[in-house]
């Protein structure tokens, strides 16, 4: 089976761009969690949703952050404008939200940089 | 609060020494979860294990062991016989009666061929 899968695996923009990253979580889960990951702050998250709808986006760090569910087996997040300090290593993790059975499955991440 | 330490930052060991990875957590959930993943150079979170609360036993699993103590919320993580691809860097986590993880800050552990 299909793990998570993320595009780009690596993304190298300019300042002031639109970026934006994609997720497929596995077939059949229903959470899907975004992460950044950086040496100074470690695996933050973002934000995450539960049969698409957007549960918690306190970790999204400005205005500048949004993410999308449409449906089961898409997600993107975008960063409009992008700065320099939001590069970082993008994490896109799924899980089938039912008690006792709520592994987190990473996808191999997106490494951004923002020149 | 839900809080994750992993105290050590990094290990280093020679290869076929046994090592330790120490997780302590806290959490006023009575029901939760443990996790260990683990970040091979390459980048990517591989899922290691899962725990739940009421299962105190600790697993083996080749020459991995993870030894879960409620007594002293901890959660540790040993390997036998360390080898050079187990150089990694290591993450416990917890997940409470919410849906989100609270990752700890990572071990990196480097095993010296």
């Known amino acids: 089976d299909a793990g998570v899968i993320q595009s780009p695996r690596h993304e190298v923009t300019e300042m002031g761009q639109e970026v934006t990253l994609r997720c497929k979580p596995i077939?059949?889960?229903?959470?899907l969690f975004w992460y950044r990951q950086t040496m100074m702050r470690g695996l933050e998250l973002l934000i995450y949703?539960?049969?698409?709808?957007?549960?918690?986006d306190s970790g999204m760090p400005e205005d500048r952050f949004s993410a999308k569910m449409p449906n089961a087996s898409f997600s993107t997040l975008k960063i409009q404008p992008s700065e320099p300090r939001d590069s970082a290593v993008y994490f896109c993790?799924?899980?089938?939200?039912?008690?006792?059975?709520?592994?987190?499955?990473f996808g191999p991440g997106t490494r951004l940089t923002v020149l | 609060a839900q809080k994750v330490t992993q105290a050590q930052t990094e290990i280093s060991v020679v290869e076929k020494e046994d090592v330790t990875l120490d997780c302590v957590y806290e959490?006023?959930?009575?029901?939760?979860?443990l996790f260990w993943y683990k970040q091979p150079p390459s980048g990517e979170l591989v899922f290691l294990i899962r725990?739940?609360?009421?299962?105190?036993q600790n697993e083996i699993s080749g020459r991995y062991s993870w030894n879960f103590q409620k007594s002293t919320s901890s959660f540790n993580f040993t390997i036998t016989a360390s080898q050079v691809v187990d150089s990694a860097v290591y993450f416990c986590?917890?997940?409470?009666?919410?849906?989100?993880?609270?990752f700890g800050t990572g071990t990196s552990l480097t095993v010296i061929p």
């Open positions: 959490t006023r959930d009575t029901t939760y979860y």
């Open positions: 077939s059949g889960h229903n959470s």
């Open positions: 949703f539960n049969n698409n709808v957007p549960i918690d």
């Open positions: 986590a917890l997940r409470g009666a919410g849906n989100q993880f609270y």
């Open positions: 993790a799924s899980s089938f939200r039912l008690v006792g059975s709520d592994t987190q499955y």
């Open positions: 725990r739940n609360s009421f299962d105190e």
